[in-house]
């Protein structure tokens, strides 16, 4: 993979990602610069009623998931979200039929299977184990297998964001706060980065490492609970929490309250459902896996469609110089260009990994499913996201922005 990597990128289609823009807001254009990805892979609120509605106020997203080159999605107010990959087919593919892509090497290995020792305590359900400290919230499970996923996706998110940790122009930050921080490898990794700050890691879950920089700490907490600490952050970071919260707005809310003036805040963040630039999606298992899970997850409280909403929830919680900005990962190395192959093929062992992952516990949390049922499911969706034919791409969604300097000002 590195002499691949090493090699010329072929130009990538320029077909930017295009929005409305609020006044208040920018966007930024994917430049894709060609430069290749440095990095590698290193490798109790139990459902109480699976009937339970959404509290926010998003309007329903899913509709036309399929519908070909752009799924418009109109909000009650503000802005009407429109995005448009800027991926498309490689014409001049020799191996159809296999989800590697000969220029590009070999894949990471799959993960193996293989659960932490049991010096904490989780709750295990089909398999898998899931945090117990407010326990059933988050459908994610915390075992090694889900340990490797988010590691390899922050790879993933970095390569794509060409080896950068943060798009916010931070300067000099000295608290920084990541919430449901995972594996914490972000906050290890920005401590480094920046070692006159000092780094705070939130979870559910105690999965983070304990050989950590000095200046990083982790610690148990709840994001969706009273945020209770001992001074304000200059910069706040989320990532791949589209699953996790019952109402963002109020965890924005808090965040909001919690930086410093002049702070940022920045979500990075998948829009879903997954997509296909020519309706190639539509019918299939991958497609039916995720229409299934988008219905669950409605009905267990905690939608999968809020990431679009971000940046305008932002501006609604008096953030200002909000920026948006799309990537866009197509599902296999059916995508043009050496460095959305490399991506997506990235973003295939993570979604591989990620089926498991957030549909065992959907599906039979929210649809009442057997285990059965789902990994037969499961199963036909992965091949599906190696088919070479089906063009199916994940958007990246990245919003920043800053709390006023005077509160209640635009400045
Ligand atoms: C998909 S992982 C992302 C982890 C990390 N941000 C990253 O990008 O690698 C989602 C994480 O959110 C955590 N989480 C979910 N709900 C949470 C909450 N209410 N408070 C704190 N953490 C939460 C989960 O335990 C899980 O580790």
């Not at 109790?44 to 899913?62: D, G, N, Y």
């Amino acid at each position: 993979m590195e002499s691949a990597l090493n090699e010329a990128f072929e130009p990538s289609s320029t077909i930017a990602p295009r929005f409305e823009e609020p006044s208040d807001s920018k966007r930024i254009k994917d430049d894709e610069d060609g430069k290749a990805a440095q990095k590698m892979a290193k490798k109790s609120e139990l459902p109480k009623s699976s009937t339970a509605a959404a509290v926010h106020s998003t309007p329903t997203a899913f509709q036309g998931s399929d519908a070909g080159d752009e799924v418009p999605t109109q909000h009650s107010n503000t802005f009407e979200y429109i995005s448009h990959p800027d991926i498309e087919v490689d014409d001049d593919r020799t191996d159809h039929g296999s989800d590697t892509d000969s220029a590009l090497g070999s894949m990471p290995a799959s993960s193996t299977v293989s659960l932490r020792s049991s010096v904490y305590e989780y709750i295990e359900e089909n398999g898998r184990t899931y945090h117990a400290f407010n326990a059933g919230k988050y459908i994610g499970p915390n075992d090694e297998i889900e340990q490797e996923r988010l590691d390899l996706q922050h790879h993933l998110f970095v390569m794509t964001m060409d080896n950068k940790l943060h798009l916010a122009p931070i300067e000099n930050p000295q608290h920084v706060l990541d919430i449901a921080t995972g594996t914490g490898i972000w906050a290890i990794e920005f401590a480094q980065l920046y070692p006159s700050s000092t780094v705070l890691g939130t979870d559910l879950s105690p999965i983070q490492p304990s050989f950590i920089p000095p200046n990083c700490q982790f610690r148990i907490d709840d994001a969706e609970e009273e945020w209770i600490y001992n001074q304000s952050f200059d910069y706040i970071h989320g990532r791949a929490l589209v699953s996790c919260f019952r109402d963002p707005p109020s965890v924005i809310k808090s965040i909001f309250a919690n930086l410093n003036p002049g702070g940022y805040f920045e979500f990075q963040d998948p829009i879903m459902p997954l997509r296909s630039i020519d309706g190639s999606l539509a019918g299939t298992s991958l497609d039916l896996f995720q229409k299934s899970c988008m219905e669950a997850a409605e009905k267990l409280g905690r939608p999968w469609t809020n990431g679009k909403n971000y940046g305008r929830w932002m501006r609604e919680a008096g953030f200002v110089d909000v920026v948006e900005k799309s990537y866009y990962w197509a599902t296999n190395g059916w995508v043009r260009g050496r460095q959305k192959k490399l991506q997506a093929l990235w973003l295939n062992e993570n979604l591989k990994e990620g089926l498991p992952a957030w549909g065992l516990s959907t599906l039979s949390r929210g649809l009442g499913w057997s285990r059965e049922r789902i990994e037969v499911l499961i199963a036909a969706a992965r091949e599906d996201l190696s088919n070479p034919n089906i063009h199916a791409y994940a958007e990246c969604y990245v919003a920043y922005g800053r709390k006023p300097h005077n509160e209640g000002s635009s400045s």
